[in-house]
T-cell receptor, first 111, second 113 residues
Framework: DAKTTQPPSMDCAEGRAANLPCNHSTISGNEYVYWYRQIHSQGPQYIIHGLKNNETNEMASLIITEDRKSSTLILPHATLRDTAVYYCIVRVDQAGTALIFGKGTTLSVSS | DTAVSQTPKYLVTQMGNDKSIKCEQNLGHDTMYWYKQDSKKFLKIMFSYNNKELIINETVPNRFSPKSPDKAHLNLHINSLELGDSAVYFC????????????FGEGSRLTVL
């Protein structure tokens, strides 16, 4: 079962920042926060992950609150190609542990 | 170069038939997975192999049999296909056990008539 809560859908204007929230109030100290996305008819794509500190890569930034009970994925300048379902997943990085996907947030970027 | 490739991309077959989906990764990864995405778009883990050894086997009917001839390949064979097996099947790989950073293939859409 997914341990996260995400809004079912969000809209964003092209060129603006897309801020996707995720609640994970029962997260354990050794659980990471992972973000994936799935563009229509494609396989899921890894975006970013973090434990406690904020993280940034070429795709996005991940902001994790100090109590770790929620996080936000930020796409700084959304494009039409960022329209996708975004999944927030919490998990322990441990052998034998699967990546469990929830329902995610459908982000629609429009011009 | 496709990192994780699956064949076939589309498969239409009759109930009761047996079919296979092949997956190959050229990333040098040790761990491979099969996921199923049903019509409601839920992605569910089916199996995971590490260096040809089965490490995750979720509650999947035994009509589904994964086979890993080497660590670059993980094939999925399905016997006696049923209507409910219609789905998109995704293969994935990761560089080591335990990491949540997976690389997915493009999926194989199976339709059972």
């Amino acid at each position: 079962d997914a341990k996260t809560t995400q809004p079912p859908s969000m809209d964003c204007a092209e060129g603006r920042a897309a801020n996707l929230p995720c609640n994970h109030s029962t997260i354990s100290g050794n659980e990471y926060v992972y973000w994936y996305r799935q563009i229509h008819s494609q396989g899921p794509q890894y975006i970013i992950h973090g434990l406690k500190n904020n993280e940034t890569n070429e795709m996005a930034s991940l902001i994790i609150t100090e109590d770790r009970k929620s996080s936000t994925l930020i796409l700084p300048h959304a494009t039409l190609r960022d329209t996708a379902v975004y999944y927030c997943i919490v998990r322990v990085d441990q052998a034998g542990t699967a990546l469990i996907f929830g329902k995610g947030t459908t982000l629609s970027v429009s011009s | 170069d496709t990192a994780v490739s699956q064949t076939p991309k589309y498969l239409v077959t009759q109930m009761g038939n047996d079919k296979s989906i092949k997956c190959e990764q050229n990333l040098g990864h040790d761990t491979m997975y099969w996921y199923k995405q049903d019509s409601k778009k839920f992605l569910k883990i089916m199996f995971s192999y590490n260096n040809k050894e089965l490490i995750i086997n979720e509650t999947v009917p035994n009509r589904f049999s994964p086979k890993s001839p080497d660590k670059a390949h993980l094939n999925l064979h399905i016997n006696s296909l049923e209507l409910g097996d219609s789905a998109v099947y995704f293969c994935a790989s990761s560089p080591r056990q335990g990491t949540g950073e997976l690389f997915f293939g493009e999926g194989s859409r199976l339709t059972v008539l």
